[in-house]
């Protein structure tokens, strides 16, 4: 702790549990966290669970105790081998051994050797069904060679077929041949008409753009993201305007999009164009984003510059409560503006958005400054982040001119925020105190 | 909806056509459109982007105590008008006006169709006017509402009303054309009732085709209108002046709350006397 003192660093700028047990008994009566230590519990949010996730009664019982498990050393086969391979393990005596040998049956893990049953042609059918321009006999036969060790592992197949094919046309000419196959065996076409790969062949060419589609997608910038999604925003919110209208009047609606002059600049799919620009308030969805907002309004063929006003103090007031907008709305009174413009041009709209926004900034401010106020007169060692070391030249005030006058709180006793010089002058005023009382 | 399903039946007067990479417009400004309603002839309309248009316009009601002359039933004699904000000629861009009164009165849809676009009546209540304005063709083809309360009684109610001072209750709008057509463009581009803002260098506008024309009445502007001593003057000066000394009082709290934020930071274990 001495070393602390010389650093200069705060005493409890990193808390340790023992410090704090000893020195706040009075404060962690408010907490109360039982049996586990003060720093554990502010990991729950300081509060108590509201239920208990383990029973703790529970954790104090012994398990239950058995009699004493024996184990042997006992021979056994294993069923997915095709050797006759014998092996040895331990087993425990729970399980009822009789004469040394299981006779519990097959290795437990025998069934989890499964593989797939490839299809096997002969020649002949060859000759008849399966002959290909593309593929030879011998990669034919490879390539069901390949299948049948690495269980239809097309990408692993793929990697060790001896000539470069991709993964597409190998997975084509197996299926083609599987379906050939199939077909020609089949008694009738009824019999394997429920086979997957008769009722859906596979499709090279829509394989191929598929994948391709999808590495696409993978591969897009987040530019292209944001403006995929601009362009689904506005969508959505032309839907939602076709469908309030729709409400308001029944006439034709039409949808206009033009797709190439309009991806060279903003990504704006379509126009909504209904015979009413309906100016009703509740009309269109109050849009959280300013941008946005200006989108819509330039969406419509006309509208009222009150109306574009109202929208954008919408679009403003969106993230604020509904205390918080009284008091812009409070504010700009007593600042004798009218909530309304009383001449909305252009330029008074501007100023008029923009002196709204300032008032946001402002009581945020207020309430900041407030919460700051309630903080510093409760105020809790740690909470703050100190800097040690270089005693700045702030407005100090003289630490002798604190503690004479009123007690301002523990904390000033302990606080050592700056280096050495002032760390004497704190100690001094302390045993001064010390003295006087 | 692709655009070679789309056919252009009619050009408007320009000359290039139709052409998606079309090389004296700059695409960057233009922008082709479908309109709505008639499907059946499918006209593509070059509207210009970043050249938004508005017309100042002032609606309202001045509304006369008969006096004397008054009946139980017909005590004030008021007028609904929509005119320029300066009085200029809304014709040029107004088609039509719709006044929807209330339903006590005779065909309480009142269509005017030239200006001055105003209806005059007698009566003796207020209500709600809907004021419904039609736009030219190459303008919009949407209609715009707007509301206003017919006010007959003044607000001070000290004696009796006064034959020679009317209730006035103006109110000023602008009707915004945020992509204008380039034929209304043209139209109206040095109109005295179109606030029109500079226009990019290198725009080629057709030549303008006018409208229907005015039937009789050779001005429409209401510079000289009987009532227009009364009415009230828009001036956006004093409004931003106001405004412009609210935002500087705002800027100064949120500079002095700063740096009462900046100060309570640095020194957390003095505490600020006066907060």
């Known amino acids: ?45 300081g509060m108590p669970p509201l239920m208990p996730s383990i029973d703790a009664s529970q954790l104090k019982k012994k398990p239950p105790t058995h009699e004493k498990v024996t184990w042997q050393w006992l021979p056994f086969t294993n069923s997915a081998r095709k050797d006759d391979l014998h092996l040895y393990h331990w087993v425990s005596h729970n399980v009822r051994v009789v004469n040394g040998v299981l006779p519990t049956g097959d290795y437990s893990f025998a069934k989890y050797n499964k593989s797939v049953d490839i299809i096997k042609y002969t020649d002949e059918e060859y000759e008849k069904y399966l002959t290909d321009p593309m593929w030879t006999k011998e990669e034919t036969n490879e390539l069901f060679d390949l299948c049948e060790r690495f269980d239809l592992r097309f990408v692993v197949i793929a990697d060790r077929f001896p000539s470069s094919r991709t993964v597409e046309e190998l997975k ?52 292209q993201e944001k403006r995929d999604e601009e362009v689904l925003i506005e969508a959505k919110r032309i839907a939602e305007l076709r469908m309030a209208s729709k409400v308001t009047e029944q006439s034709q609606l039409a ?21 009413s620009n309906v100016q009703l308030p509740q009309m269109v969805v109050p849009s959280a984003d300013n941008a946005s907002t200006l989108a819509s309004l330039r969406m419509l063929r006309v509208y009222l510059r009150t109306y574009a006003l109202e929208q954008m103090v919408q679009a403003s007031n969106a993230t604020a409560g509904v205390r ?51 903080e510093g007169s409760s105020f809790r ?35 050592k925020g700056h280096g050495a010089p002032p760390t004497a002058a704190h100690k001094r005023p302390r045993k001064q105190k010390a003295s006087d009382l | 909806m692709s655009q070679s399903q789309t056919l252009p039946l009619k050009r408007h007067q320009d000359e290039n056509p139709r052409d998606d990479d079309s090389s004296d417009i700059k695409p960057s400004r233009l922008k082709i459109s479908l309109p709505s309603e008639d499907s059946d002839k499918k006209i593509l309309i070059k509207r210009v982007k970043d050249v938004g248009i508005c017309v100042p316009i002032v609606y309202g009601t001045i509304a006369f105590f008969l ?23 809304l014709s040029a861009v107004v088609k039509r006006v719709v006044f929807q009164l209330h339903p006590s009165f005779n065909n309480p849809t009142r269509v005017v169709e030239s200006p001055p676009f105003e209806i ?34 003044p607000e001070d109610e000290s004696g009796p009303q006064n034959t020679k001072r009317p209730v006035v209750i103006e109110s000023y709008n602008e009707v915004v054309f945020p992509e204008p057509s380039e034929a209304f463009l043209a139209r109206v581009q040095n109109h005295p009732a179109v606030v029109v803002p500079r226009l990019p260098d290198g725009l080629n506008l057709p030549s303008p085709v006018p409208v229907e ?42 500079v002095k709350l700063g740096r009462q934020l900046t100060l309570m930071e640095g020194l957390p274990q003095s505490k600020q006397p006066s907060g």
């Open chain 1, 255 to 275: 949808v206009a999009s033009n797709a190439d002059a309009e991806l060279t600049e903003r990504a704006v799919p379509g126009e909504t164009v209904s015979p």
């Open chain 2, 120 to 153: 005059s009546e007698c009566g003796w209540g207020e209500f709600e006017i809907a004021i419904t304005l039609f736009f030219h063709s190459d303008a919009c083809e949407k209609q715009l509402d707007l509301y206003h309360h017919l006010k007959l009684y």
């Open chain 2, 213 to 254: 024309p005015m039937n009789d009445k050779e001005r429409g502007d209401t510079k000289d209108h009987p009532l227009n001593h009364w009415f009230l003057n828009f001036s956006e000066a004093d409004e931003l002046l106001k405004l412009a000394a609210a935002r500087q009082q705002v800027q100064a709290h949120i």
């Open chain 1, 381 to 415: 060692d740690g909470s703050y982040g100190e800097t040690p070391g270089t005693p700045k030249d702030r407005t100090f005030i003289p630490d002798s001119l604190n503690f004479g006058g009123e007690r301002v709180g523990k904390k000033d006793q302990k606080r």
């Open chain 1, 1 to 45: 702790m001495d070393a602390k003192d010389i650093l200069g660093l705060h005493k409890n700028s990193f808390p340790s549990s023992l410090d704090n047990k000893k020195s706040r008994p009075p404060k962690e009566s408010q907490r109360k966290p039982d049996g586990i230590s003060r720093e554990v519990y502010a990991l729950t949010g």
């Open chain 2, 67 to 89: 006096g004397r002359k008054a009946s139980e039933s017909q005590s004030h004699k008021w007028t609904v008008y929509v005119r320029g904000a300066s009085n200029e000629d």
């Open chain 1, 324 to 374: 918080t907008i009284k008091r812009v709305e409070q504010t700009l009174q007593d600042l004798g503006v009218n909530l309304k413009p009383r001449v909305p041009t252009k330029a008074v709209c501007a100023e008029h958005l923009e002196l709204r926004r300032e008032i946001l900034t402002w009581l945020n401010l207020q309430k900041q400054v407030q919460y700051k106020e309630a």
């Open chain 1, 172 to 223: 084509d000419r197996y299926y083609s041949v599987l379906r050939a196959i199939l077909l020609a065996r089949a008694a009738s076409s009824g019999d394997i008409a429920t086979h997957p790969i008769i009722k859906e062949p596979y499709n090279v060419s829509q394989e191929m753009e598929r994948k391709r589609a999808l590495s696409m997608v993978l591969s897009q910038t987040r530019q």
